[in-house]
């Protein structure tokens, strides 16, 4: 039966790309760039990865996204990566 669940902020690393529809692989891929990234500093992700639909494109042609994977603690892999709250709620 579904439920309603609590849940507290969640920090994460991610990226940002605005992509057509062809081209979502690419910035999926990014998925696991980012826990290479986690495993090589001895880290885990918290829990599961995300994709996050921001923008539909005027166009209708093309999206903007961000994969996340969620973290414990801020880091820092490189400019090509940033770091994001997800909000808490219900």
Known sequence: MP????RNEQRY????ATVGPDSMAEVAHRIAAIIGALAER????ACAPFFRYLVLGTDMK???VEVGVPVAEPLDL?????????????
Not at 3 to 6: C, F, N, R, T, Y
Not at 13 to 16: M, Q, S, Y
């Open 62 to 64: 093309t999206v903007t």
């Open 3 to 6: 439920s309603i669940v609590d």
């Open 78 to 90: 490189g400019d090509e990566y940033s770091n994001g709250v997800l909000p808490a709620g219900k």
């Open 13 to 16: 690393v991610g990226c940002r």
């Open 42 to 45: 001895g880290l885990e992700p």
